[in-house]
């Protein structure tokens, strides 16, 4: 299979998709979330891999507005440990800049606050761009991964620098075909409420009276008209149990529009 994935290569999208699919596929690097979903939605790939949320910094905007005008459907989710590690050629003592993408900057705030309150900071489009600067910039370092720095000939100066131990990154796998049922599933949908009071009330009630957990909700601006927004939501279940069946029938009835995003097995792909 050919699979597309937020690149360069060695970023953690790139060692996610390889974690889920293996080795012995192609992968095809994009520039641009969108440009990922494009590749797949033309048949170039067969799927796309795309970061959705870290468990520190939050979603990723631009994965979830993508969904605003796809048909592309979730088929997997893929959580996998973030390990952020100080990579360069230089020692430790000596680093007066530091490169990388601003999610990782943002995970380790509080790691190069204490080791490294003089240095400059520079923000770059990836954390492999990062190890490309770091390689050429004299007394320089970057925030990446250890295939980072195997790529391109780094040393690790110090692994796990993240604040957060249990820093972990969501990555949805994104395609053309429906996810059969596994025996653990989550199911993902894109909705705007009807004008009226009480309406976001009465879908959440809906879940309630089903008894369905909903592990996630986030608001969206709807980019349509000014101050409207869009609503996702997560939750445990696929779409063809009997219970999210009628739960999906009954959220009709209060909202503009509904869209199933995918029902999925959950956390696949996850690395220990």
């Known amino acids: 299979m050919n699979i597309s994935f937020l690149g360069p290569e060695t970023t953690f999208t790139h060692i996610a998709a390889i974690s889920h699919f293996g080795e012995k596929n192609s992968f095809a690097p994009k520039k641009s979330i969108a440009e990922v979903f494009e590749s797949v939605e033309k048949n170039e790939t067969d799927f796309g891999v795309v970061p959705v949320e870290n468990s520190t910094e939050g979603s990723v905007a631009h994965t979830l507005d993508s969904f605003f005008e796809s048909k592309l459907k979730i088929t997997a989710e893929i959580v996998i440990p973030i390990n952020q590690c100080l990579i360069g050629n230089t020692k430790k003592s000596k680093i007066s800049k530091i490169f990388s993408h601003s999610q990782a ?3 380790c705030r509080k ?3 204490k080791n490294f309150p003089d240095a400059e900071i520079l923000e770059c489009a990836s954390t492999a761009s990062a190890a490309m600067l770091a390689l050429k910039e004299k007394n320089s370092a970057a925030i990446a991964s250890i295939l980072a720095a195997k790529k391109f000939g780094l040393k690790v100066i110090e ?3 993240n604040d957060e131990y249990n820093n972990q990154t969501r990555f949805f796998v994104i395609g053309k075909k ?5 025996n653990k599933n989550k199911t993902t949908i894109l909705f705007s409420t009807k004008n009226v009071p009480g309406a976001l009330y009465k879908v959440l009630g809906i879940f309630s009276k089903y008894n369905i957990n909903m592990t996630k ?4 601006p709807s980019k349509k008209k000014t ?3 869009v609503f996702f939501i997560d939750f445990e279940g696929h779409k063809e149990d009997e219970k999210i069946k009628k739960a999906l029938l009954e959220l009709h009835e209060y909202c503009d529009f509904l869209n199933v995003l995918g029902s999925y097995p959950t956390k696949t792909g996850i690395i220990d």
């Open 178 to 182: 429906e996810s059969k049922a596994g």
């Open 227 to 229: 101050w409207e927004v």
């Open 111 to 113: 790691y190069i606050a």
């Open 217 to 220: 909700i986030e608001s969206r």
């Open 105 to 107: 900057i943002g995970q």
């Open 159 to 161: 692994e796990k620098i």
